[in-house]
């Protein structure tokens, strides 16, 4: 295990080849201040320039919440602001859509609240698991405000009548309704949370990461595609990988010769 230094609201580590990324300001809710605007988009950077990792979680650590979404002062000036408003909202857009581009796995550990700014970067995520105490919810109509970048996020995941519910009531979702509606892939116990996440992102982990990459662009470019669209993009894809990346061959070579392919090797 190894920790990068130098951060003041989050840690980061690496655990063997998967990256957790753990915020630390719980006496804050692990709300996103502009410290921690920056500080993500240096982990995201570390994680894009990192060709070993493997998978990417993100982790509310021991406190009571997740993540609640943007700071009390930096909604202060927000509020007499907008035009700074929209910067903030547009840096944390980014950062949603950098999550979804990565060429690996990510997942959000949700171990207790999550709203607003803090449940969008869940939407960033390939997969989400709860705590089965933690909640979860976009909340933000509540408070009079839409949100900024979870809308079709939500709709693409759970549809669109759920997504508007969720939306539009502000009502707050357990891990076992959120697994329901299908937000959420799993509920465990808070304490095992960590450990469910980790055990997750090493089941994808002996994987060639250039074969997960591909299938995720698959995923990301077939958004908004017709079925005929989206099988064209599948073909596309699979014949340039299957052209320019060599473990296809290896691994039917592999079970041919009865043995495992050269990247599950110890």
Request: glycine share 8%; charged share 25%; aromatic share 8%.
């Amino acid at each position: 295990m190894s920790a990068s230094p130098g951060f003041s609201s989050l840690q980061y580590e690496r655990v063997d080849d998967i990256g957790v990324l753990t915020f630390t300001t719980p006496e804050r809710l692990n709300a996103i201040s502009e410290a921690r605007l920056t500080e993500l988009e240096a982990v995201l950077s570390l994680a894009e320039a990192d060709p070993a990792l493997r998978g990417l979680i993100l982790h509310g650590g021991d406190g009571q919440a997740f993540c609640v979404g943007l700071d009390l002062d930096l909604l202060d000036r927000a509020f007499n602001d907008l035009a700074y408003f929209g910067q903030v909202v547009r840096r944390l857009a980014g950062i949603v859509a950098r999550l979804e581009a990565l060429p690996v796995p990510t997942i959000a550990a949700v171990n207790g609240f999550a709203r607003a700014g803090g449940f969008e970067l869940t939407l960033g995520c390939d997969f989400l698991l709860m705590a089965d105490e933690a909640r979860i919810g976009d909340v933000h109509t509540d408070a009079g405000v839409l949100p900024a970048t979870a809308s079709l996020r939500l709709k693409r995941r759970i549809g669109e009548q759920q997504a508007k519910a969720m939306i539009w009531s502000a009502r707050w979702y357990s891990g076992a309704e959120a697994v329901a509606v299908g937000l959420a892939l799993r509920s465990v116990p808070r304490a095992a949370l960590r450990a469910e996440a980790l055990a997750l992102a090493a089941s994808m982990a002996d994987k060639p990461r250039s074969c997960i990459a591909a299938n995720k662009s698959v995923f990301q470019r077939g958004v908004d595609a017709t079925l005929g669209e989206g099988v064209a993009i599948e073909l596309a894809v699979f014949d340039h990988y299957m052209a320019s990346e060599p473990h296809g061959r290896e691994g039917y070579t592999a079970f041919r010769e009865r043995r495992l392919p050269a990247w599950k090797r110890v």
